[in-house]
């Protein structure tokens, strides 16, 4: 993980910088005082669930309206930073939140929690069908924490849902010499191929990466050819 939850880690230091650089001094200033909100409720101890949602809760669903949409994963990621969201409060915000909330919440996994606490929510965001949210759930924080297992089912699922295996973090690394991945990906396209169905593009340069790396070691096993793109 490239930062350490309590502190100001260059990546989201980097976010910021790049954020104000693109926002006008309007969306400047509620930025300021929303992260301001957020930072002043992250110090004190979080209140039973049924205490009424902090201040700053609400300005993460407003991030958009302020913002604009190109701009407001990267608002609510710094929102949950300065109030250094505890799983537990990743978690009630996502399960209150809209698509485009949860995803944001899951931009901010690797940025808040250490260990695998949060992965729940990557889970659970893999058992939709909203692109955005699977593509969100395979960042940094699933290449960290993810089991084997669950990590081929989610390489999987980008290529059931069409979602670029571009958006996997850290694919080369973990499906170096991956022979179950291998198997998985074979038996998904000759299933695709004997329906008459196409086999995703994304699917032979994924099955290249399990390759072992020793010139001796076995093959990857090659996809059935087909047509080189999805339906």
């Not at 998985?184 to 390759?211: I, N």
């Amino acid at each position: 993980m490239s930062d350490t939850p309590g502190s100001e880690p260059s990546g989201i230091a980097a976010l910021r910088i790049r954020l104000e650089a693109d926002l006008g001094g309007a969306a400047r200033a509620w930025l300021d005082q929303a992260t301001a909100e957020a930072a002043a409720h992250g110090a004190r101890p979080e209140g039973p669930d049924r205490a009424p949602a902090p201040t700053w809760e609400l300005r993460f669903a407003e991030a958009g309206r302020r913002c604009g949409p190109e701009h407001a994963d990267a608002a609510r990621v710094l929102l949950l930073h300065a109030a250094n969201a505890t799983p537990t409060t990743l978690a009630r915000v996502y399960a209150q939140g809209t698509a485009v909330e949860r995803r944001a919440v899951l931009h901010g996994l690797p940025h808040l929690v250490a260990g695998p606490e949060a992965l729940p929510l990557v889970e659970d965001a893999l058992r939709t069908n909203d692109t955005r949210l699977v593509a969100a759930a395979v960042g940094p924080y699933a290449a960290a924490h993810l089991a084997p297992h669950d990590w081929r089912h989610a390489v999987l699922k980008c290529l059931f849902t069409g979602v670029p295996v571009e958006a996997v973090a850290d694919l080369p690394r973990r499906a170096d010499g991956d022979a179950e991945l291998a198997r998985m990906l074979g038996d998904y396209a000759s299933e695709r191929t004997a329906a008459g169905r196409a086999v995703p593009g994304d699917l032979q340069r994924v099955l290249s990466l399990t390759a072992p790396d020793s010139p001796s070691g076995p093959a990857a096993p090659q996809a059935p050819s087909g047509p080189p793109t999805g339906e």
